[in-house]
C-alpha cells in the first residue's frame, strides 16, 4: 500500500513538472481590445443653456466647427460694453496726463516764484503767505490728478481683466476638438448646465492602446520581450507598466502597449510576449 502512494506520489511530481513549461508559456499569452488612445470627458466650465448639438456628428472625426454650443449672449453683450468703457477710460486718461503736465510746469515756476519772495522785505506777510498758498494749493491739485490718473489706470486694468475672462467664457461655450471622434454627447438642446457637468466624450483615435495584465513572473523582463500580435511578430514594447498590482485583476500588473491607429477599433488582438 505504501508503494503505491509512492508511485501515484512520483507520477504527481512527474505531471507537475510536465505541465509547468504549458502554463508558463499560456501565461505569455493575453487578449487585448484595441482601444483609442485617450478618450477624454468634457466637462463644461461655465453655466448656460445648451443652444446647439451636434448630433450628426457622433461617432465621427471632428473638425474645427463646434459640436457643442452655450449660450453666450450676454457675454457678447458685455464684453462689447466693455470696449466702450475701456476707450472712454483710456481718452480720459490721456487728458489727465495733459493736465498733470500743465500743473508740473504751473508747479515749477510758482516754487520759483515763491522762492524769490520769500525772503523779499519788501513783500508783505500777507503776501508771501497768499503766493505760498498759491503754490500749495497748485501741488494739491498736481497730486490730486495723479491720483485720479491711477484710478483709471485701476478701472482699465479691472475691465480689461474683465474682458479677458469674457473671452474665455465665450471660448469655453464654443467646444470643438478637431482630430478627435466624437464618441458620445451627453447633453441636448436646451438643457441647462453648470460647471463641472458632463457635455460629451471625445477619443483620440491618431493611435490606439491594447491593454494586458501580466503576472508576477512576467514583469520583470516585460519590457525587453518581443510582441507578437495574432502570431505575427512586431515592433511595438510594452511603453507603461504599473509596479502595483491592479485592483480589479488581482495579482495582476496592468501594461499598456501603444500601436498604430487601425482601420477598425474594439477588437481583440491576441499578444504574446517571447524572447529576442
Not at 37 to 58: K, W
Not at 143 to 170: C, G, P
Not at 191 to 220: C, F, H, W
Not at 249 to 258: K, N, Q, T
Request: aromatic residues 6%.
Amino acid at each position: 500500500m505504501h508503494k503505491n502512494n509512492t508511485k501515484r506520489s512520483n507520477v504527481n511530481k512527474m505531471m507537475i513538472l510536465l505541465l509547468l513549461p504549458l502554463f508558463s508559456l499560456m501565461a505569455k499569452e493575453y487578449y487585448a481590445k484595441v482601444e483609442p488612445y485617450e478618450i477624454r470627458t468634457i466637462a463644461s466650465n461655465v453655466s448656460g443653456l445648451v443652444t446647439y448639438v451636434d448630433e450628426e456628428s457622433e461617432g465621427h472625426q471632428l473638425g474645427k466647427k463646434s459640436y457643442i454650443e452655450i449660450d453666450d449672449e450676454l457675454d457678447g453683450v458685455e464684453l462689447k460694453q466693455s470696449d466702450a468703457k475701456i476707450e472712454l477710460l483710456q481718452n480720459t486718461l490721456k487728458l489727465s496726463e495733459e493736465i498733470v503736465e500743465n500743473y508740473a510746469q504751473m508747479l515749477e515756476k510758482k516754487e520759483l516764484n515763491y522762492d524769490r519772495v520769500k525772503d523779499l522785505k519788501i513783500k508783505s506777510t500777507v503776501e508771501k503767505d497768499r503766493e505760498f498758498y498759491d503754490l500749495v494749493a497748485t501741488r494739491n491739485q498736481y497730486v490730486t490728478t495723479q491720483k485720479e490718473m491711477e484710478n483709471l489706470r485701476l478701472q482699465i486694468n479691472d475691465l480689461e481683466l474683465r474682458q479677458a475672462q469674457l473671452k474665455r467664457s465665450i471660448k469655453d461655450k464654443h467646444l470643438s476638438a478637431p482630430g478627435f471622434v466624437l464618441y458620445h454627447l451627453m447633453v441636448k438642446e436646451g438643457q441647462v448646465v453648470n460647471p463641472s457637468t458632463p457635455l460629451a466624450e471625445v477619443a483620440d483615435i491618431k493611435r490606439a492602446k491594447l491593454t494586458i495584465y501580466l503576472n508576477a513572473a512576467d514583469m520583470g523582463s516585460a519590457k525587453k520581450k518581443v510582441i507578437y500580435l495574432n502570431g505575427e511578430k512586431s515592433s511595438y514594447k510594452i511603453d507603461r507598466l504599473w509596479n502595483i498590482a491592479d485592483a480589479t485583476h488581482m495579482s495582476s500588473y496592468r501594461a499598456e502597449i501603444v500601436i498604430d491607429a487601425p482601420k477598425q477599433f474594439s477588437r481583440l488582438l491576441k499578444v504574446e510576449l517571447k524572447d529576442e
